[in-house]
Structures are given as structure tokens and as C-alpha cells.
């Protein structure tokens, strides 16, 4: 193993970018970075991307230097009309992802930077994709030792909507980004099923799984006071839905009917954390839920936290999946550093099933609307007999950042020699 860690990070996704993968990239450098890595961060100018800004994150660390460029999506965001033509274009043309705008500017910088230092390794991080097809073409020019990783599949991912022509493209990419990998890193063993599956079994032996993990520093270092009981038993969920994919029906309509089934919950909170979804607000007036469901609009990471941490039961739902679900939901890693429990409604096998089996907590299929209505009610019973039960701390811990981040780091230093 080598003692010289020096590492070169690209990800378009960082601070004070506000998204799932922004956090775990952070997470995931400032644990290194305690390691001994002196890294250097290639990253977007946040201004410049479509997504929202969080400020309440201190990122700065001594052996972590960041270099950002421009990706000048944020005239997306400010003409609409436009973002509309844009799109259609890159559809035309077989672009994958908007977040390509950042690839020249970004190779740019990472020239400049490569003169100047000597890596042991390159690590680069997707999502957006970008990230991995930077790596690439860094690996080409330097020969360094590279580490892709793959937070989400990209090709086979049910959430991306892709013409003809931008399957053909990314097909290639993805490909060629695994075949130039030293290392292919995903989160759980069936995203890298899918993988071997489309690619072939010849790049089994490049692959690592390696899980997310939840840094509970916040919860440590905030001096959070003991936790006085909600006068109503609080269910909070953080994240974003997506439409006729992951979304909370089912689970509104669950509120709905135990509702009507007992002549109205008066000690049921539930809060919804995340932006773009007034929808689901306006069909809990529709459902007659809206005295029991609240939605809070986007929240900063810090805010959620404190939500997190007044919470009596945490909320995880995952998309319906013909086959295994293959997806690690970032915020069931963020949920386990609270040890509450946590109501699932995802697939019986997956990931989130998995993890929810060890620590105890229930599985419903996210369809089944009686029996979601049946285990709130289950919830709210113990609630009020004070018998709510933490998740498996032992479980639980696995998790934890300061245990995950050994693997990585073992990986990196290895593949360095």
C-alpha cells in the first residue's frame, strides 16, 4: 500500500450543490481526507448548475483543495421556454444528460491541474454521469489508476427517460467507462448484477460493492437535547418523488382510509420534506388528510436533520420494480444515524428490503394501501403505550461513515501500488 495518498476527486455533484449525491460525495472526501488523502476536488460552480444552493454545510477541510468551472445550465433554470428547446435538442442529438455542458470546461481545468500534481489514483463519482465520462477521458490522458463510481446505474435505470438515440450513445460511454475502469464501484450488488448482465461477466473482477454511509457528526456535534415526546406521533419523509415512478399515493391514500375508518386520527403528524410537490398537497384536500399531512417545501440539510431528529417513525418509499429493486435511497443511510424506526414501503427484495430485515423494521409493498394503513395504526398504538422501539443500533452502525470509508480507502491505496 501506498503512504503518498494523493487523489483526484471529479464530481460535478458537491457542496454547496443541494442534492443526495452532492452530500455523499462531501461525506465521502472529508472521511478520506481524515485518512491522510490529500484530495483534489474538480467540481462545478454551483451558481452555474439547475440545482438549488445549501449553504448550512461547512466544507472545508486542510487536505481537501477545490477546483469548480462553469457548466452554464443556470440559464436553464431562469429561461424556461428555453430549458424546453434545450432539452429537445440534446434528445435529438443523443447527448445523455444536460450536465454534459460541464465536460469542456471541466477538461480544461483538469489539464491545468494534472501538470501541477502527481496522483496516486483518480476517483470519480456519478451522478450526473458526467462525472465518470471526465474520469475517462483523464485516465486516457494520464494513465493514472482509476476508481468509477456508480451511484445509480445509468443505462438500465427506470428514472431516465432516453430516446433511441441517447441509449445508443450512453450504451457506449457506459462501456467504455467500464472498460477503462481500473475499479467499478456501485452501492449494492444488484445495480452491479444489471451492469454485468448488459456488459458481460468479463468485468466481474473490476467490480467492488461498497454500500452509502451516514455521518452522524451532526447528531454529535449540534448537542441536540433529549427528545421530549411529539403530543402527536410524527412521520417525516425527506426527498424528491418522481411522477408515475416514486411517488406518495398510495401511502396519502393509506392516511386517508384509516382515517375515515375511525372517525379521524387526532394524534397523527406526517410531514413530507422535499421540493416540487404540490400536487400530492393538493390531493390531501382532496382526500380530506390535510389537517393530519403537512409539505414543508425544500429544506436545507441542516433543518432536515433537526426534522430527522424529532421525528417518531421515518418514512422510505421505493418505486414498484418488476425484479429486485437494485436501488441504495440515499436517505435510508442519512435515516439510520437517528436509530428510529423506519416504515418501508419498497420491494421484498432489494436493498432497502434487505437493510430493513436487519434492523427490524416493517416491508410493504409500496402498493398495498390496507396494509400500510394497518402498520401506521400498529406504529401509533405502541406510540402511545410509549413501546416504540429503536431500530438494531448494532445493524444500524455498519452504516456508519467512519466504518464504511475503510473499504474505499483500502481500495484506493491498493490499486495505487
Excluded at 449553504?55 to 452554464?72: A, C, L, P, V
Excluded at 429537445?88 to 469542456?104: A, C, K, M, Q
Excluded at 477503462?180 to 444488484?190: A, F, I, L, P
Excluded at 428490503?353 to 409493498?365: F, T, V, Y
Aim: aromatic share 10%; charged share 25%.
Amino acid at each position: 500500500m501506498t503512504n503518498n495518498k494523493n487523489l483526484f476527486l471529479i464530481s460535478y455533484s458537491y457542496p454547496p450543490i443541494q442534492s443526495a449525491e452532492s452530500l455523499l460525495v462531501y461525506r465521502t472526501a472529508i472521511h478520506l481526507a481524515n485518512l491522510g488523502w490529500k484530495i483534489t476536488v474538480l467540481t462545478t460552480n454551483a451558481k452555474q448548475t439547475v440545482f438549488p444552493i445549501d449553504n448550512s454545510i461547512k466544507y472545508s477541510h486542510n487536505n481537501i483543495k477545490i477546483f469548480r468551472t462553469n457548466s452554464h445550465e443556470n440559464i436553464l433554470t431562469t429561461l424556461p421556454y428555453l430549458r424546453v428547446i434545450f432539452f429537445r435538442i440534446i434528445e435529438f442529438l443523443g447527448v445523455p444528460e444536460s450536465g454534459f455542458l460541464w465536460y469542456p470546461g471541466a477538461m480544461k481545468i483538469a489539464k491545468k491541474i494534472l501538470k501541477g500534481e502527481k496522483f496516486q489514483a483518480i476517483y470519480s463519482r456519478a451522478c450526473p454521469h458526467v462525472s465518470n465520462l471526465d474520469g475517462l477521458k483523464i485516465k486516457k490522458i494520464s494513465g493514472i489508476r482509476w476508481v468509477s463510481h456508480f451511484s445509480d446505474p445509468w443505462l438500465n435505470n427506470p428514472y431516465y427517460k432516453m430516446s433511441k438515440q441517447q441509449k445508443s450513445i450512453t450504451k457506449k460511454i457506459e462501456k467504455d467507462i467500464i472498460r477503462y475502469s481500473d475499479v467499478v464501484v456501485y452501492t449494492t450488488k444488484e445495480a452491479a448484477n444489471v451492469s454485468t448482465k448488459e456488459f458481460g461477466s468479463n468485468y466481474c473482477k473490476k467490480i467492488s460493492v461498497q454500500p452509502h454511509g451516514y455521518d452522524d457528526s451532526y447528531i454529535l456535534t449540534h448537542g441536540l437535547e433529549k427528545q421530549i415526546k411529539n403530543t402527536k406521533m410524527k412521520i417525516v419523509y425527506t426527498g424528491v418523488f418522481y411522477d408515475n415512478i416514486r411517488t406518495p399515493i398510495s401511502f396519502l391514500e393509506a392516511i386517508s382510509l384509516i382515517n375515515n375508518s375511525i372517525n379521524k386520527i387526532e394524534d397523527l403528524e406526517v410531514l413530507f420534506i422535499g421540493p416540487d410537490m404540490e400536487k400530492y398537497e393538493l390531493l390531501t384536500i382532496k382526500l380530506q388528510i390535510d389537517k393530519i399531512v403537512r409539505f414543508t417545501g425544500n429544506k436545507s440539510f441542516i433543518d432536515c436533520q433537526r426534522y430527522l431528529w424529532e421525528a417518531d417513525v421515518l418514512l422510505v418509499i421505493d418505486a414498484i420494480s418488476n425484479g429486485p429493486n437494485m436501488f441504495f435511497p440515499s436517505k435510508l443511510v442519512d435515516y439510520l444515524a437517528f436509530k428510529k424506526p423506519i416504515l418501508g414501503l419498497t420491494p421484498i427484495k432489494g436493498p432497502t428490503a434487505e437493510i430493513l430485515n436487519k434492523i427490524g423494521s416493517p416491508i410493504i409493498n409500496p402498493n398495498d394501501r390496507n396494509e400500510i394503513g394497518r402498520v401506521i395504526l400498529e406504529f401509533l398504538i405502541r406510540w402511545r403505550e410509549n413501546t416504540l422501539e429503536i431500530i438494531n443500533p448494532m445493524e444500524a452502525e455498519k452504516y456508519n461513515m467512519k466504518n464504511v470509508i475503510n473499504d474505499l480507502d483500502r481500495l484506493l491505496q491498493n490499486i495505487s501500488i
